[in-house]
């Protein structure tokens, strides 16, 4: 019989016979088999125990991601690109795409010969000059003018006498070569619309009709028609507030209303070198609509047009709705395919010179010319100079004060 010993472990080794198993693996194991579910202690480990050490290893990789420089740098370039590319969008973007299709839009209904929906059933506005042509001895460049001649558009003035001077001052205003434009506001708000009034009659000045002007010549038309004495008498006893339309309409003379009277809402100034064809208006006009077609009280009032019924607003713009000018730029520059269009030769790119708007300020592109900068509230007053080249210069002063603390806006 082969012999056995155990070694101090109590492992079988080599006898005669041959290797030995170990004693622990010669007993009966059914009792482990039939109690699988038990493990010694601290070897117990459950499904959620793995869960959350793969959610811990998973955590500290994505921290570690996190807290590397370079995924922190690509992250920040990430973010701001999208603000970017959204801010471009909303305010970029989106806003050109929705104006050149007005634009086109206006331009396909010119075109297709049908009839633009505004200014067509527009009501005749008694009492009022619709258009009128400047003399063409004052144009600069022109075959009955002086060579020398230059043009000086003139922003919204409102009764700013002393900044009125001091503009033409710095612009080397000669009265017997320059001729002056106003686009209209000359009075209220400013110490002495009555001096701008007759400052503007004795230069000879062309102005045309604005909002406060028209405001004005109502009230001082109904003043002046009046025939009962005693209630004449009573409206001079009354007192109004400091270079309001009242009060400055109960100073106005019968000359310088006269004078205010004769302003047209539409002024044609005509061809000149390098710019084309000018007219001057108060606050806009609406693409595709024919002169003698357009509203007066959008002519003297409105800021904005409505991109889907193409109708003028004096509001300034909104969601639906974009500043007149622009509409008016990019209408003019689809002209060129008009012109070229057979027997379209007459519709040609046409520039308007304005004011109102002094909430925009300064605005001059290429087929518009916004003038108003705000003087009466302490902006400036500007002024626009062409010469017989052509060559457009903008003169401004500055207004230090603001006149409507006292007086109606």
Known sequence: MAKERLSNDGRAVWGEKGPRVAIIEGRNSDWSKENTAFQPPGEQILWYDRYLDRLDDAYDALLALVKAPKFRRLTAIVICATILTWSMWTKVVWPWIEEER?????YNTQESGEKTQF????????????????DPKYLPGGAKADKSRRLIFIGDIHGCHKELLELLIKAKYDHNRDHIISVGDIVTKGPDSSGVIDFLMEQEASVVRGNHDDKLI???????????????EAEHKKKHKKNTHEAIAHALTKKQLKFMQSFPLILKVGQIKGIGEIVVVHAGLVPGVPLKSQDPASIMNMRSIDLRT??????????????WFSIWNKFQRLQKYWKNSKDRTSHQPLTVVYGHDARMGLQVS???????????RGGHLTALVVDEHGKQKIVQVSCKKDYTVDSEA
Do not use: F
Request: a positive charge.
């Open 102 to 106: 007005a634009a086109w839009d206006i």
């Open 119 to 134: 200014g067509v059933n527009a009501h005749p506005h008694l009492g009022l000059i619709q258009t009128e042509e400047l």
């Open 218 to 232: 109502l009230i001082a038309e109904q003043r002046h028609k009046s025939k009962r004495e005693g209630e004449m």
């Open 310 to 323: 193409h109708v003028p607003s004096k509001l300034h713009h909104g969601k639906h709705s974009r500043p």
């Open 366 to 376: 290429k087929y518009s010319k916004g003038l108003d900068s705000n003087c009466a």
